[in-house]
């Protein structure tokens, strides 16, 4: 039966991924196709810069006007992104996350989901995934829907 091939015969598998599928107590086919996330983000509420409230967790989409690091006192290093929505901005903020300055550049559409908080008397998103997009009406696979959650090993996912 195809349910009982073992994981070892997937095709185009390095030996490393299967050592951590096994890992995960994926021993068959079948095991794979019933690995199912252990909960699920909403990140499917699409709002613009306008709606935002405190304390909400949304999607925002927008152009990116400015990129760039700071430090803090206390050593840390913030990334911080302004985007636009057409009407208004928004700063976007990641914690020790250096390679966002690299990735993200002005003038790219960027679609992000976080939370909104209140940061220096301004309301600002806290990033918790983000995706560069073509436009602003792309479909996206990390934010603006249902993102599953699956328990992570390490170079597995």
């Known amino acids: 039966m195809k349910g009982e091939t073992p994981i070892q015969l997937l095709p185009a598998t390095s030996s490393i991924t299967i050592k951590r599928l096994i890992t ?6 079948e095991d794979l196709l ?7 983000e909403n990140y499917s ?16 989409k927008g152009r990116v006007i400015t990129v760039h690091n700071e430090y803090t006192k206390n050593g840390k290093n913030v990334q911080k992104v302004c985007i636009t929505d057409g009407n208004l901005q928004i700063k976007l903020i990641w914690f020790n996350q250096p390679f966002i300055i690299r990735t993200v ?29 073509a436009s602003l009406e792309e479909e996206t696979i990390h934010t603006g829907r249902l993102v599953p959650i699956y328990p992570e090993i390490r170079g597995l996912f």
């Open 34 to 40: 019933n690995y199912f996330p252990f909960r699920y």
């Open 45 to 60: 509420r699409i709002s613009s810069i306008g709606q935002a409230q405190p304390t909400e967790k949304i999607t925002l």
């Open 105 to 133: 550049r002005p003038h790219h559409y960027i679609s992000v989901s976080g939370i909104i908080n209140l940061f220096a008397r301004s309301i600002v998103m806290q990033v918790e995934h983000y995706e560069i997009v």
């Open 24 to 29: 995960l107590g994926i021993l068959t086919y």
